[in-house]
């Protein structure tokens, strides 16, 4: 995918929502005019804002290249990337259980590839199980132990669930590892609500 898009509750993507930065790579899944069309449509939301289709609904354009890369898929079973490639297409299109589907299918190729385990791990929390979310990111954690985006977001999913002061370890682990994350503003914040939350607990 593109760069990660980032929501209230701050969620770092390879992903999307709630602060989520979400999603990674298109690579060479698809063909140069295909990856435009289809970064072109995930920068406008996934969605044909101007088409009267409803919020969601994949153009004609996408609809079809997301043909194209299910035939492709079928082709080739041991071809990790055009399965990621529709794990993100059904990402931005917040169909979170096909997502889903198609980063598992991935990682069962590529099990080492951070951020589709990341992608995966946010999928599972828009599906409503964070505690599912948590294993996943922590996983992604194996492969990485400091990979910013997994830590990002696991420490939303942890918020989230109100276990405050294990997403207070995972942020600060964050911001000393990644000195240099473009994200760090973001997750300084989060930090700082936790903090202030439980000086006013202990008032």
């Known amino acids: 995918m593109l760069t990660m898009k980032n929501k ?17 790579m298109v690579a060479q899944a698809v063909s140069l005019q295909d990856q435009f069309v ?3 449509t995930q920068a406008r939301g996934g969605s044909q804002q101007d088409s009267g289709l409803p919020e969601g609904h994949p153009s004609a ?12 898929a079928a082709a080739n079973p041991q071809d990790a990337e055009v399965r990621v490639a529709m794990g993100n297409a059904f990402y931005d299109l ?15 190729l590529e099990p080492g590839n951070v951020n589709v385990s990341t992608d995966l791990g946010t999928s599972y929390y828009y599906l409503g199980q964070p505690q ?3 294993q996943q ?3 992604s954690l194996q492969i990485n132990a400091t990979h910013p985006q997994t830590l990002q977001n696991l420490g939303v999913v942890l918020e989230s669930m109100g276990r405050d002061q294990e997403a207070l ?35």
């Open 8 to 24: 209230q509750f701050a969620f770092a993507a390879v992903g999307t929502a709630i602060g989520f930065i979400l999603g990674f």
């Open 38 to 40: 289809l970064q072109e």
């Open 61 to 72: 354009q996408l609809m079809e290249l997301m043909r194209k890369l299910q035939e492709r």
């Open 94 to 108: 917040k169909r979170f259980d096909q997502a889903a589907a198609w980063y598992e299918e991935a990682l069962a």
């Open 132 to 134: 599912k979310a948590v």
């Open 137 to 139: 990111l922590r996983l």
């Open 169 to 203: 370890a995972v942020w600060e682990k964050l911001v000393q590892a990644n000195p240099d994350y473009p994200g760090l503003e973001q997750v300084r914040q989060n930090i700082e609500r936790i903090r202030g939350r439980a000086e006013d607990g202990s008032s």
